[in-house]
């Protein structure tokens, strides 16, 4: 019996000797095959492509860094002037920023109205784009020769709406109308060219643009404005086709994609 015994317990240590090799040798050989065959990390499914390829330059075309962006209001423009922030920033670009509020805004823009400005051509800025009412000799002193200058429209009629709600605070004919329905009933009622802020109430975008606000409307005065518009800017984005223009802009100004990527500000 005790020889029995002695015979069982050799066949169990030779057993586990046996499975220990087995173990040992395929460990060994896990090692030596995840060496030979490099492994692939798994991707996300909803991993972004590589960072050079998301900013990739356009083509054989260089970057635009000199920049005038007209902010208009109420269009979208606090999106586009961020994403200018955003570009500079990263490349350490000199902003010309206003001295005091807005440019001196509504007053036409003027040089002087520049923090650091030293006469024309002194400092070498590369993008301006606050709010200002637009005066292309005086921005021409400030910005070189060679900017890209661009701006942004919006429908009409949704920016009437949207300046209505904004400016009804501080804009005397929309304070003086019960609503936006009564105001646009009889605007002539609530409306005088004479009062601070009413420039709010009437072609605001024309006004943005440095024209005259209250010119009595004619078809030659609509093609005037907008042939002076196209001498003047390089591109016009549309409110209403947002993402369709920072397309278009991206390829202007040839910036990589990801100086485009934005979140909407400012809107209501």
Known sequence: MRWLGCYRLGLLWKALLVFLAIAFAGQLLGVIFSKSVPSERP???????????????????????????????????????????????????????????????????????????RGP?????????????????????????????????????????SSYAYYKAVAPAFKRAKGLADFAA????????????????????????????????SEALAQRGEAAVRRAFRLILLAEHFDQSMVLLRHALCWPLDAVVSFSLNAR
């Not at 409306?191 to 605001?204: G, Q, T, V």
């Open 186 to 217: 009889d605007p002539w009622r609530h409306y005088d060219p004479r009062l601070r802020n009413n420039h709010y109430a009437r072609n605001l975008l024309w006004f943005d643009f440095g024209l005259d606000h209250n010119a009595n409307f």
């Open 43 to 117: 991707h996300p499914m909803f991993s972004l492509p590589p960072a050079e390829a998301q900013g990739a330059s356009l083509g054989s075309c260089r970057p635009h860094t000199h920049v005038m962006f007209l902010k208009t209001h109420k269009t979208a423009s606090s999106t586009v002037l961020n994403m200018l922030y955003r570009f500079g920033d990263e490349r350490g670009l000199r902003f010309a920023l206003p001295l005091g509020y807005q440019f001196g805004y509504p007053l036409p823009f003027n040089a002087h109205r520049v923090k650091g400005y």
């Open 121 to 161: 051509h002194v400092v070498d800025f590369s993008i301006m784009g606050n709010h200002m009412r637009f005066n292309k000799p005086e921005v021409e002193k400030v910005m070189p020769p060679d900017t890209f200058y661009f701006s942004i429209l919006r429908d009409p009629v949704a920016l009437a709406e």
